[in-house]
């Protein structure tokens, strides 16, 4: 599995905890709301909303707090105005950052980020620096005994996945970008227990870390995490497997 894709697992687990559950809902919300403001409540011709809702169902978010973020986007109960920003820079070790922003304050957010990277030997770079690195795809892990592997692969291939990978904790699928719903879908009437569905940016390459880097590293995904204006972050850091579960 890709660093982002273990660390995106390591976000659900922590999120059984009551304030990291909050600060995750809050970001759901905030996407939801974003989604339905840009491109209409109907999820039938919004994309973006449909994988969003999708995104905060496989999180749990309450379906009242769904509908009333899809309300809140197209107006109906107050209209709410957030800047898209997306920013690329470097972590620990040259490993490379892409962090998803919607805001309604761009000062605050770059000078929080800029202090955060600051912190941990970080730095933002220029637009374009590291996205050529990333390919936009459907990200769905499942946790490995929920479902026989063979049964997967053939409900996942069978609805346009591209690619499949177990460990021994989960099972990492990658769709493309057109493909998650389906996969999503198809997944979901299996017994399989999805514990992340998102639309990610998935690295082409990774950068292996261990010791301070590495613990670096952790730390500041966990702060670049506990941003409010910031909603995703990805990075091509590979850490042990040892040193991510004791995060976890």
């Not at 892409?98 to 980020?113: F, G, H, K, Q, S």
Request: aromatic share 6%; proline share 2%; charged share 30%.
């Amino acid at each position: 599995m890709s660093g982002h894709s273990k660390w995106s697992t390591i976000k659900h687990k922590k999120a059984a905890n009551d304030s990291k559950r909050g600060k995750l809902f809050s970001k759901l919300i905030k996407e939801i709301t974003a989604a339905a403001r840009i491109g209409g409540g109907d999820v039938a011709m919004n994309p973006r909303l449909r994988t969003a809702i999708a995104t905060a169902k496989s999180s749990n978010l309450p379906n009242d707090n769904i509908d009333k973020a899809v309300r809140r986007g197209t107006g109906e109960l107050g209209a709410d105005t957030y800047e898209e920003i997306l920013y690329e820079g470097y972590g620990p070790g040259g490993v490379a950052l892409m962090i998803e922003v919607l805001t309604d304050n761009r000062n605050r957010a770059v000078a929080a980020i800029r202090h955060a990277l600051g912190k941990y030997d970080g730095r933002i770079g220029e637009r374009g620096c590291v996205a050529w690195g990333f390919d936009k795809c459907g990200l769905i892990v499942v946790e490995v005994d929920s479902i026989d592997e063979d049964e997967l692969f053939m409900v996942a291939a069978e609805a346009g996945a591209e690619d499949l990978t177990a460990s021994n904790t989960s099972i990492e699928i990658i769709t493309p970008f057109d493909r998650f719903d389906s996969v999503l879908t198809a997944i979901q009437e299996t017994e399989a227990d999805i514990q992340v569905a998102e639309i990610s940016m998935i690295p082409q390459n990774t950068v292996k870390l261990d010791g301070k880097d590495a613990d670096r590293m952790l730390r500041l995904m966990d702060s670049l995490d506990e941003l409010d204006d910031v909603q995703k972050v990805y990075a091509n850091f590979d850490i042990p497997d040892a040193l991510l579960e004791a995060a976890a």
